[in-house]
């Protein structure tokens, strides 16, 4: 078993908000992040596949396919978006860095042939990422 991670990067728009609570607690809660005008990130993706490696490639997959897939059902679907107000994958959820990591496990799973999804990585800053190693 062989471990391989694409990077990947996208910029998109955000905010926090919880429809739940009052405008007092999403303030408390979130802080200037609750600024419903939303506020930017350059995100970086690690999408991690396992696999074993193809005796007469040496790929575990075709990295242009891989390539290709992130960019079909995620770059190419959040690049420049404002993800609460664009993206149904946020319509019932924050988009936090963890429901972001979720959602593009969610929209990879079963998605990359001949490998198994093994972990997502989101970076929101070079300092604040999350990982997600898949459903329970």
């Known amino acids: 078993m062989i471990f391989l991670t694409r ?3 996208f910029s998109a ?3 926090y908000w919880n429809d739940a609570l009052s405008e007092a607690e999403n303030l408390r809660l979130f802080g200037k992040c609750a600024n419903r005008n939303g506020h930017g990130h350059n995100y970086t993706l690690e999408v991690t596949v396992a696999g074993e490696v ?4 040496g790929f575990v997959v075709d990295l242009k396919e891989l390539k290709d897939i992130l960019e079909r059902e995620v770059v190419g679907v959040y690049d420049h978006r ?3 107000l664009e993206i149904p994958d946020f ?3 924050i988009p936090t860095t963890e429901n972001i990591a979720i ?5 990879l799973a079963g ?3 001949n490998a198994r999804l093994h972990r997502v ?3 929101e800053m070079p300092d604040l990422f999350a990982d997600f190693y898949g459903e329970e």
């Open 7 to 9: 990077k990947a990067e």
């Open 54 to 57: 193809d005796p007469v490639s």
């Open 13 to 15: 728009a955000h905010y």
């Open 121 to 123: 990585r989101v970076y």
């Open 82 to 84: 404002h993800l609460n």
């Open 91 to 93: 319509a019932s959820v």
């Open 103 to 107: 959602a593009v496990w969610r929209r």
């Open 111 to 113: 998605k990359i042939p």
